[in-house]
């Protein structure tokens, strides 16, 4: 079980949504993402339409955590390889 620093808990959110709707229910933009798993079992075009939600959804900056089964090195988008499953913005 994990249990979140009590003095960030409020910075820390976590909640359920579906990564197919074309806008995401937050109002502020994340500092990072954590996204593992998830992507193997999308089909190409919908596996970029999600990449390109959750760039938008970071602030300038921010990372994206994916599976280590995942990659997006065969797809172009914004995102900057940092190392194995950890993209930046």
Request: charged share 20%; glycine share 4%; net charge positive.
């Amino acid at each position: 079980m994990w249990a979140v620093n009590p003095l960030i808990q409020k910075d820390v959110v976590f909640r359920r949504f579906n990564l197919m709707t074309t806008l995401f229910p937050f109002k502020k933009p994340f500092h990072a993402i954590f996204c593992r798993n998830v992507m193997i079992y999308f089909d190409e075009p919908t596996r970029k339409a999600v990449v390109e939600r959750l760039y938008d959804a970071l602030t300038p900056g921010g990372y994206l955590f994916i599976g280590h089964s995942e990659s997006l090195h065969q797809m172009s988008s914004r995102f900057h390889y940092v190392q194995p499953a950890v993209y930046k913005k």
